[in-house]
């Protein structure tokens, strides 16, 4: 791992400025310029015709469905939508590009000029500034077999799949971002996080970074504080976790900073993220563009979306976001620091959900982000990755308001269903969790209680209603928890002639 300067030693000598390039797969039945399927986890080399491998020939057609969701993509993003572009050849070797360049837009993007609003954890927003939404397609895999870090270093051989090849790209590009400071890092994870959580309200994408099917380009560069121009940027590469895009925008700020400090430069340079170390490795020279020798892709006619389709793509936008925490705040009364916390858990699409499917918002709001997010932090994992739906835990909150649960019976259930046991009436009825609401039972463990406890009994007969816990404990215990405590309670006092 390179030498890194302290934190603060950074911002004390340089301001950061980032950009952000972010890409997306769509979600579209078929590649962008051929009629091949994109479903993830193929075999290998199956989902590939003559025009994704580039043969001699073979003529590209452009998928209208992806272009409907790059615009639709841009509106979301209040961006400009350009009544005329083109796409662009770009050319360079890689081993995974069978056409040896990639079918891409250049200086005429669908869509520019466009922001998006940031809300931080602390409640504070920043307006990240939108360059350019442009089209384009993806690569294929390279896959590196031996060797120690699944790196093309070290590696014996190498295999190519093809099968993502063609799938249809939205890159959404940055302006500069200047000004963040200290925050930069936060900053860059948080417009990753809000752009994921819009492209997956425009169901335009499944955003899975797991999957790779959207990945997040982090530009890095440092200014002296007294200078004018920007430093030298690295760009590290396809990173694929909001919590990596964080440590590699701080690990990048901390290792520029040692060299400048040093005397020496920054290479302009693409840079791989190392998930482990949370550092980042040298990768290729990053070339400008006029290396890549752009010109007008010569097979596809330029693209004019009629203004009156714009705007009827703007119709079909649902509820952004942004739009859907201002009501739910008003409408479910919470706070600021309340909506805050469930920003910051990733809590509000699954509440919602949950009030949807019946439970009251305090209810929701209560097991996502108080139960079940420390399920999810013990088992390191998003809580949207738990094994348990909205409507599950909307069944829940119903089986505790019908009495058919205590709350600490309802955690039980809970952890049944997501140990994969089933439905929560199925754990109920597989694990013999159901609340013992039948009086004569209850009685029977009531006075079994106080028959063996005649201490205390005589402590409540005498008038010490607070030793009456004592036997309720007794009894709950009797019945592994599920009785009603405050029904014992009654219980308990009236087999004792007191009342409460």
Same mark, same amino acid.
């Given at each position: 791992?390179?030498?890194?300067? /302290?934190?603060?030693?950074?911002?004390?000598?340089?301001?950061?400025?980032?950009?952000?390039?972010?890409?997306? !797969?769509? @979600?579209?039945?078929?590649?962008?310029?051929?009629?091949?399927?994109?479903?993830?986890?193929?075999?290998?080399?199956?989902?590939?015709?003559?025009?994704?491998?580039?043969?001699?020939?073979?003529?590209?057609?452009?998928?209208?469905?992806?272009?409907?969701? =790059?615009?639709?993509?841009?509106?979301?993003?209040?961006? +400009?939508?350009? *009544?005329?572009?083109?796409?662009?050849?770009?050319?360079?070797?890689?081993?995974?590009?069978?056409?040896?360049?990639?079918?891409?837009?250049?200086?005429?993007?669908?869509?520019?000029?466009?922001?998006? +609003?940031?809300?931080?954890? +602390?409640?504070? $927003?920043?307006?990240? %500034?939108?360059?350019?939404?442009?089209?384009?397609?993806?690569?294929?895999?390279?896959?590196?077999?031996?060797?120690?870090?699944?790196?093309?270093?070290?590696?014996?051989?190498?295999?190519?799949?093809?099968?993502?090849?063609?799938?249809?790209?939205? %890159?959404?590009?940055?302006?500069?971002?200047?000004?963040?400071?200290?925050?930069? *890092?936060?900053?860059?994870?948080?417009?990753?996080?809000?752009?994921?959580?819009?492209?997956?309200?425009?169901?335009?994408?499944?955003?899975?970074?797991?999957?790779?099917?959207? &990945?997040?380009? =982090?530009?890095?560069?440092?200014?002296?504080?007294?200078?004018?121009?920007?430093? $030298?940027?690295?760009?590290?590469?396809?990173?694929? @976790?909001?919590? @990596?895009?964080?440590?590699?925008?701080?690990?990048?700020?901390?290792?520029?900073?040692?060299?400048? $400090?040093?005397?020496? @430069?920054?290479?302009? !340079?693409?840079?791989?993220?190392? !998930?482990?170390?949370?550092?980042?490795?040298?990768?290729?020279?990053?070339?400008?563009?006029? /290396?890549?020798?752009?010109?007008?892709?010569?097979?596809?006619?330029?693209?004019?979306?009629?203004?009156?389709? #714009?705007?009827?793509?703007?119709?079909?936008?649902?509820?952004?976001?942004?739009?859907?925490?201002?009501? #739910?705040?008003?409408?479910?009364?919470?706070? +600021?620091?309340?909506?805050?916390?469930?920003?910051?858990?990733?809590?509000?699409?699954?509440?919602?959900? $949950?009030?949807?499917?019946?439970?009251?918002?305090?209810?929701?709001?209560?097991?996502?982000?108080?139960?079940?997010?420390?399920?999810?932090?013990?088992?390191?994992?998003?809580?949207?990755?738990?094994?348990?739906?909205?409507?599950?835990?909307? &069944?829940?909150?119903?089986?505790?308001?019908?009495? %058919?649960?205590?709350?600490?019976?309802?955690?039980?259930?809970?952890?049944?269903?997501?140990?994969?046991?089933?439905?929560?009436?199925?754990?109920?009825?597989?694990?013999?969790?159901?609340?013992?609401?039948?009086?004569?039972?209850?009685?029977?463990?009531?006075?079994?209680?106080?028959?063996?406890?005649?201490?205390?009994?005589?402590?409540?007969?005498?008038?010490?209603?607070?030793?009456?816990?004592?036997?309720?404990?007794?009894?709950?215990?009797?019945?592994?928890?599920?009785?009603?405590?405050?029904?014992?309670?009654?219980?308990?006092?009236?087999? =004792?002639?007191?009342?409460?």
């Amino acid at each position: 791992m390179a030498d890194l300067m /302290d934190y603060d030693e950074v911002l004390a000598t340089f301001d950061p400025v980032l950009g952000l390039e972010v890409h997306v !797969e769509l @979600s579209t039945q078929t590649k962008m310029f051929c009629g091949c399927p994109t479903e993830f986890g193929a075999e290998p080399n199956t989902q590939v015709c003559q025009t994704c491998l580039g043969m001699p020939g073979a003529l590209p057609v452009v998928n209208g469905k992806a272009v409907e969701s =790059a615009i639709r993509i841009g509106l979301a993003l209040n961006c +400009d939508i350009a *009544p005329w572009c083109r796409f662009a050849r770009k050319n360079y070797f890689y081993p995974d590009m069978p056409k040896n360049f990639q079918t891409s837009q250049y200086d005429e993007p669908i869509a520019f000029n466009g922001y998006l +609003d940031v809300m931080l954890e +602390d409640g504070e $927003t920043v307006r990240v %500034e939108i360059e350019r939404a442009h089209m384009e397609e993806d690569t294929g895999k390279s896959l590196h077999v031996g060797g120690a870090t699944g790196r093309i270093h070290g590696a014996e051989h190498s295999l190519l799949d093809y099968n993502r090849a063609g799938v249809p790209l939205v %890159e959404i590009v940055t302006k500069p971002i200047v000004g963040a400071g200290a925050r930069a *890092p936060e900053v860059a994870r948080a417009y990753v996080a809000t752009l994921r959580d819009l492209l997956k309200s425009l169901d335009v994408s499944d955003v899975r970074m797991d999957q790779g099917s959207l &990945r997040c380009d =982090a530009n890095v560069s440092l200014m002296a504080k007294d200078a004018t121009e920007f430093g $030298t940027r690295t760009e590290t590469k396809n990173v694929n @976790s909001l919590r @990596s895009v964080e440590r590699a925008v701080r690990y990048e700020m901390r290792r520029q900073a040692v060299l400048l $400090t040093q005397g020496g @430069s920054i290479r302009q !340079e693409t840079r791989h993220f190392e !998930e482990a170390s949370g550092s980042t490795r040298a990768g290729r020279p990053k070339e400008t563009s006029e /290396d890549y020798r752009y010109f007008p892709e010569p097979d596809l006619v330029p693209i004019a979306p009629p203004a009156e389709w #714009i705007e009827e793509l703007r119709a079909t936008l649902p509820e952004l976001p942004g739009e859907r925490r201002r009501r #739910i705040q008003q409408e479910w009364s919470l706070s +600021d620091a309340e909506l805050r916390d469930l920003e910051n858990a990733g809590a509000v699409a699954l509440v919602a959900a $949950t009030v949807a499917a019946g439970a009251s918002p305090d209810e929701a709001r209560s097991w996502w982000v108080s139960y079940l997010l420390a399920q999810a932090n013990q088992r390191q994992v998003e809580l949207t990755e738990l094994p348990v739906t909205p409507a599950q835990v909307a &069944r829940v909150v119903a089986l505790v308001a019908e009495g %058919e649960l205590t709350n600490k019976l309802a955690r039980q259930v809970v952890d049944g269903v997501l140990a994969g046991e089933g439905e929560p009436d199925e754990v109920v009825a597989a694990r013999g969790l159901k609340v013992v609401s039948d009086d004569s039972a209850l009685q029977t463990a009531v006075e079994a209680a106080l028959a063996a406890n005649p201490d205390v009994a005589d402590k409540i007969r005498g008038g010490k209603v607070a030793a009456a816990g004592a036997i309720v404990g007794a009894v709950m215990k009797a019945t592994k928890g599920q009785a009603d405590a405050k029904r014992v309670r009654e219980l308990v006092l009236a087999a =004792a002639g007191v009342e409460g």
